[in-house]
């Protein structure tokens, strides 16, 4: 199929675009163009007007700062894939953006544009809620900072504004020493997860767990933080046993659904083994160790 028709402006500076979007009753923002031009082309989206963000500068920006991993929202998932020290600094990160349908997608697709698309199913929402990480949104009345736990609403939908354009992403890194991963289940490299995790685990001197993060997708309408799991390992000696228990009590975050690709129940149960494979991945960066379990 074709587009429905549509008007298309490539301003070249973030407040032309931000009028743009507020002049029309119908736009959409492009970016990557990775989930919307499919769109598009099945016509499952027919907006009135396209407001093109390529050309902005100032918003592919990518760097370390002051325990941050700073981005500009049209940063290509490629170049954060690629950027040197990633993988030592956390790896759940380079873990989750590898995993990112393939290398010709991650060219074009951008973090920002993903956020914004709120998949449930993708990385990049796990990687914010789990780093505490927040976003900046720019719209006529201005630049707000919305933190993660406040973005994600339903299925494909967020907090940000008709008339906001997501600019900037901001994820707080582990502190040094700790321990992070990702691991998700697909039925084919590159396809959506049936379900995944990204696990952070800090330890104390003594060898307990002084912070847990944890955070699942495609179990429910959006990315989740399994806020449960996470209490139960604070505090605690992180044994075997502990982080099976800590992955038996994601249960309590999840809300699957069946569909085409796999059953409620299957997701489930996918959800607990992703959550105990990243959680004992984690353990094993954190003591300073390989992969274990």
């Not at 370390?64 to 990160?93: Q, S, W, Y």
């Not at 074009?108 to 796990?126: C, F, Q």
């Amino acid at each position: 199929m074709k587009p429905a028709p549509f008007e298309y402006v490539a301003p070249t500076r973030l407040d032309e675009a931000v009028a743009a979007l507020a002049g029309s009753d119908d736009a959409k923002v492009l970016a990557g163009g990775q989930s919307l031009v499919p769109l598009l082309a099945m016509r499952l989206a027919t907006p009135a007007l396209l407001v093109d963000l390529n050309r902005i500068p100032g918003l592919d920006e990518v760097r370390f700062e002051d325990g941050t991993l700073e981005m500009g929202a049209m940063t290509r998932e490629r170049n954060v894939e690629e950027l040197p020290g990633l993988a030592a600094r956390c790896p759940m990160i380079a873990e989750a953006v590898a995993l990112i349908g393939h290398v010709a997608i991650r060219n074009r697709g951008t973090v920002g544009g993903s956020l914004a698309h709120a998949d449930p199913a993708a990385e990049w929402p796990a990687l914010l809620l789990a780093l505490d990480g927040e976003v900046e949104a720019t719209g006529p009345a201005g630049t707000r900072t919305i933190a993660a736990r406040d973005l994600f609403v339903t299925y494909f939908t967020t907090s940000l504004a008709p008339t906001e354009i997501l600019t900037r992403v901001r994820l707080r890194l582990p502190p040094p020493g700790a321990g992070s991963a990702f691991a998700e289940f697909s039925r084919r490299h590159g396809d959506f997860a049936l379900a995944g995790a990204g696990a952070v685990l800090a330890l104390d001197a003594d060898g307990t767990v002084a912070d847990a993060r944890l955070a699942l997708i495609g179990v429910r309408e959006t990315a989740v933080r399994a806020e449960l799991a996470e209490e139960l390992l604070r505090g605690e000696r992180p044994t075997d046993e502990a982080i099976r228990a800590a992955a038996e009590a994601v249960d309590e975050a999840l809300n699957p659904v069946s569909d085409v690709h796999a059953s409620a129940e299957f997701r489930r149960h996918l959800a607990k083994v992703m959550a105990r494979r990243a959680l004992l991945a984690a353990r094993a960066r954190a003591r300073g160790g390989g992969e274990d379990g």
